[in-house]
């Protein structure tokens, strides 16, 4: 069973940066694919990026590619979302989850899930 803790969320101006980190517990970490979501107020929960356990290959949504990045440590068992040159339309409840890696787009890829990090920006 892994447990995952989300932190660095915060109020941003438009343009700003942010850097989210999720710790995770047990050795499945580093076995795990690692996923970022979001879900605005009144949306459902939207895929940011994943990143497979070797750290190999990384997947973005459209919306965020060229702008945020997703890494990890796993001596650390931590993933990390770098955040630039953020929008409004980024406000969001971040979360964090950990998959097999049949896929890695979906909710529905992902077993183990954070409480999520609020990130909010401002015009």
């Known amino acids: 069973q892994v447990q995952l803790v989300e932190s660095g969320g915060g109020l941003v101006q438009a343009g700003g940066s942010l850097r989210l980190s999720c710790a995770a517990s047990?050795?499945?970490?580093?076995?795990?694919?690692m996923g970022w979501f979001r879900q605005a107020p009144g949306k459902e929960r939207e895929f940011v990026a994943a990143?497979?356990?070797?750290?190999?290959?990384?997947y973005y949504a459209d919306s965020v590619k060229g702008r945020f990045t997703i890494s990890r440590d796993n001596a650390k068992n931590t993933v990390y979302l770098r955040m630039n040159g953020l929008k409004p339309e980024d406000t969001a409840v971040y979360y964090c989850?950990?998959?097999?890696?049949?896929?890695?787009?979906?909710?529905?890829?992902?077993?183990?899930w954070g409480q999520g990090t609020q990130v909010t920006c401002s015009s």
């Open positions: 047990g050795r499945t970490f580093s076995r795990s694919v």
């Open positions: 990143i497979s356990w070797s750290s190999a290959n990384s």
């Open positions: 989850a950990a998959g097999l890696g049949a896929g890695v787009r979906n909710p529905g890829d992902y077993v183990y």
